[in-house]
């Protein structure tokens, strides 16, 4: 690789750039080192906005505080082919996120979306016969419509070709261009086409392949704009230091760290080889890299519609972000990147950059050349969207990889969701329909005055909800299915059946079981909505609540004491069919598993908003 600085006409015109750090005799400098910024270290442990010395009075004041607010994204999913179970596994789980945060009262901010520029849009497009735009539209609403089916309920959905995006792209480059971090030179490397990413050759396999998609790399040499990335390498060894949660899980802080701490260097933020994108401002020979237009993308989705997009209305609607959700393959771009260039443009930093395993299955990692590919589309089709969710998230470790096989699913889904959950709500409504007309005899607060069970049910709650607080989606589902567990051992020890032939002292007994057990339902039906909206929707309803007060429950509402005296419960009906698996006689003589599941007609529980 070999990089030639040469002097940028755009920088020269420009009469801000008068701080000495920034002199025009800086940029015709051919050395790659810069002089330390001029942020310190304490302005980002403050937890304020970052502002340029050059420009900052445009941005005080602009980011709002967000205590009672939580910005969560998904990484933009490119569109060079339809969507895939990893694009699926991020985004239920942002959505599961963003539901337990509603739960708590904080004001949501879900963003998602598709990033549609770059060289292998185009190609990808080609190969279809299509237009990139044609192409774009369809892929793009391809995304949506997988996350209606599996009940993603984000509140912004951008697109990279979106005008306003286009338009906040534009000003960022040229704010970032104004305080002296981007600067015109020739590159020559070896680039990786499907990464769309120059690598460093100590990175590549045998032949220069790509590590991530084992193709060779081609030798390119191009007249780029750059980002001064390696101006920033101080500043981001401290603020990693600074705020370890950053980065999250810890180990992969360990990661970006020693990326940081083995030295950083300038990237090529524009393409002359590139039709298909954003142009370059003052320059449209050249388009805007992509990554260096994509990661905006979490700020432009926060513009309204019916204003006049800029960069300043959009961060003041909701920046910084809670929440970066993505892969750990493009951790480097979040937690290097990104962040040098907030820093370069003056705007606070995200809270936290979380990035989660890969998924492979059954021991394998899935390709199409494979034949090992595991569609979202199919699974939600055959087994419904509770069950793919609840599966991805109990059974994954979020954080870690984790594995899919069709045996482990349904079995995991059978006994807990079917079982466990399912068959003690269905058994307890039943016993109260044949023995109490379906009618609650006390007040459940009532009916556990004295009783250890509801002690255990609030353990278990707080436990949920911490491990909702930190990411830990596995542990939490966990501890809400201990919930279901601890009523099945109960009931099962206290026998209501039989205390119900007793009759006077023993059946009132029996009825004060039942309203525990009902209680701990509706509790398990609050807990776990964030990861199955539909099955719990479904058990509030045989509790006798309605749709709307479902929706408008929050996690307060877990507290022990929500069932009421009087109270009738819904007709006994199974809310979750198990999976069956049948035998067939195969023509050469083996049995062949056929899956199947009865399918309901249930509506959603939130409306999915739409860009």
């Not at 792209?169 to 981007?182: C, H, M, P, Q, T």
Request: charged residues 20%; neutral net charge.
């Amino acid at each position: 690789m070999a990089v030639v600085r040469v002097h940028s006409s755009i920088q020269s015109s420009l009469c801000i750039l008068s701080h000495p750090l920034y002199s025009t005799s800086r940029n015709l400098k051919t050395r790659l080192h810069f002089p330390r910024p001029l942020f310190s270290s304490p302005s980002f442990s403050s937890g304020r906005a970052l502002f340029c010395s050059c420009r900052a009075d445009n941005f005080k004041g602009s980011e709002r505080e967000v205590s009672d607010s939580f910005v969560l994204t998904t990484p933009l999913y490119y569109v060079n082919a339809p969507p895939h179970m990893g694009s699926a596994y991020t985004t239920i789980a942002a959505d599961a996120i963003a539901r337990f945060q509603r739960l708590l009262g904080k004001k949501v901010i879900f963003i998602t979306g598709t990033d549609e520029h770059g060289e292998k849009i185009a190609t990808a497009a080609a190969t279809c016969g299509s237009s990139p735009s044609e192409h774009c539209d369809v892929i793009s609403q391809a995304y949506k419509t997988l996350w209606q089916d599996l009940d993603i309920a984000y509140d912004k959905f951008i697109r990279t070709t979106n005008p306003k995006h286009e338009a906040i792209v534009k000003e960022f480059y040229s704010r970032v261009l104004a305080n002296g971090d981007i600067y015109r030179a020739d590159y020559e490397g070896l680039y990786c086409i499907n990464c769309e990413e120059y690598k460093d050759e100590k990175e590549l396999l045998e032949n220069n392949c790509c590590p991530m998609h084992l193709k060779p790399c081609v030798l390119r040499k191009e007249d780029n704009y750059f980002f001064a990335l390696s101006k920033y390498q101080k500043l981001l060894e401290e603020t990693l230091t600074q705020n370890p949660d950053f980065v999250q899980p810890s180990f992969r802080l360990n990661e970006v760290q020693s990326w940081i701490k083995s030295g950083l260097r300038d990237f090529s933020i524009s393409r002359a080889s590139v039709d298909w994108g954003i142009p370059v401002p003052n320059d449209n020979k050249q388009t805007i890299y992509v990554w260096f237009d994509a990661l905006l993308g979490y700020i432009s989705a926060l513009s309204e519609d019916n204003e006049q997009p800029n960069l300043q209305s959009a961060v003041s609607s909701g920046w910084p972000a809670s929440l970066h959700l993505i892969g750990k393959d493009i951790l480097r771009f979040h937690a290097v990147y990104w962040p040098a260039m907030l820093l370069s443009a003056g705007l606070s930093l995200p809270k936290t950059v979380f990035g989660h395993g890969f998924l492979t299955k059954d021991g394998m990692k899935m390709g199409k050349s494979l034949g090992n590919t595991l569609e979202p589309n199919d699974l939600v089709q055959r087994f419904g969207s509770d069950a793919v969710r609840y599966f991805f998230l109990r059974e994954v470790e979020f954080g870690n990889d984790g594995d899919y096989s069709e045996d482990r699913f349904i079995n995991t889904v059978n006994a807990h969701l079917a079982n466990t959950i399912g068959n003690l709500l269905n058994r307890t409504l039943g016993l109260l329909k044949k023995n109490c007309q379906s009618t609650l005899a006390v007040d459940s607060t009532l009916a556990a005055e004295g009783n250890a069970f509801k002690d255990t049910v609030d353990k278990l709650v707080e436990k949920a909800k911490f491990q909702y607080e930190n990411l830990s989606l596995s542990s939490a589902c966990e501890a809400v299915l201990e919930i279901g567990n601890a009523g099945n051992l109960y009931i099962d020890e206290r026998a209501p059946w039989s205390l119900f032939k007793q009759g006077a002292a023993a059946s009132e007994a029996a009825a004060k079981d039942l309203v525990i057990i009902l209680e701990a339902m509706r509790i398990i039906a609050i807990a776990l909505s964030p990861v199955t909206p539909r099955l719990c929707l479904r058990i509030y309803e045989q509790l006798g609540y309605t749709k709307e007060q479902f929706n408008a429950t929050t996690w307060s509402e877990t507290e022990w004491g929500g069932l009421k005296s009087g109270q009738v419960m819904a007709q006994p009906k199974p809310v979750f069919a198990r999976i069956e698996i049948e035998a067939e006689g195969g023509d050469g003589g083996e049995a062949a598993k056929k899956v199947g599941k009865k399918k309901e007609k249930i509506p959603h529980t939130q409306g999915v908003a739409q860009a």
